[in-house]
T-cell receptor, first 114, second 111 residues
Framework: EADIYQTPRYLVIGTGKKITLECSQT?????MYWYQQDPGMELHLIHY???????EKGDLSSESTVSRIRTEHFPLTLESARPSHTSQYLC?????????????FGPGTRLTVL | DAKTTQPTSMDCAEGRAANLPCNHS???????VYWYRQIHSQGPQYIIH???NNETNEMASLIITEDRKSSTLILPHATLRDTAVYYC????????????FGKGTKLSVKP
């Protein structure tokens, strides 16, 4: 089993609140990712990081921001939550080798903004 | 856009082999074929990957055609717990290692 954790698992919050979704991994992986997935829909990459102090935006535009101060930690922040941010957020990590680049996913955070 | 084509859905009888096809006719020489699955709304789970040769692990087998334009994931003895969405994804690995998830194949294993 992969050692990647996300908290909280479920979050219901009001519009305008600032929230931070936590993601941590204990595998020493350099690469970490955030995906967004609406119910029954595809996963879309919104942020990724190839190492400490490295962050990039993914294929899907997102109002969220991320930081990578420590290898094991990759939090995602929404400064002012809106109902359109309601979705499931999945974090993943990988060692990122040429031949072995499998990503390990956390259990996800299901966010509902009222 | 995803560079692979998969059937939208498939059914399989419990205990039988499930063969999930994937077309990737524009695959590049150094792109690997990866398979993941997502059970209900859980995080996706890595299954297997390969470059040219057929691969087998404890979960599944991956058969890649000689021209690499298509592949088949085989679950040898499907169980009800294998019901999930299965994604076939091309990936360079290394510095270009981001995954692009398509719609995948919804596999339903029936008793």
């Amino acid at each position: 089993e992969a050692d990647i954790y996300q908290t909280p698992r479920y979050l219901v919050i009001g519009t305008g609140k600032k929230i931070t979704l936590e993601c941590s991994q204990t595998m020493g992986h350099d690469k970490m990712y955030w995906y967004q997935q609406d119910p029954g829909m595809e996963l879309h990459l919104i942020h990724y990081s190839y190492g400490v102090n490295s962050t990039e935006k993914g294929d899907l535009s997102s109002e969220s921001t991320v930081s990578r101060i420590r290898t094991e930690h990759f939090p995602l922040t929404l400064e002012s939550a809106r109902p359109s941010h309601t979705s499931q957020y999945l974090c993943a990590s990988s060692a990122g080798g040429q031949a072995n680049n499998e990503q390990f996913f956390g259990p996800g955070t299901r966010l509902t903004v009222l | 856009d995803a560079k692979t084509t998969q059937p939208t859905s498939m059914d399989c009888a419990e205990g039988r082999a499930a063969n999930l096809p994937c077309n990737h006719s524009t695959i590049s020489g150094n792109e690997y074929v990866y398979w993941y699955r997502q059970i209900h709304s859980q995080g996706p789970q890595y299954i297997i990957h390969g470059l040219k040769n057929n691969e087998t692990n404890e979960m599944a087998s991956l058969i890649i055609t000689e021209d690499r334009k298509s592949s088949t994931l085989i679950l040898p003895h499907a169980t009800l717990r294998d019901t999930a969405v299965y994604y076939c994804i091309l990936n360079y690995g290394g510095s270009q290692g981001n995954l692009i998830f398509g719609k995948g194949t919804k596999l339903s294993v029936k008793p």
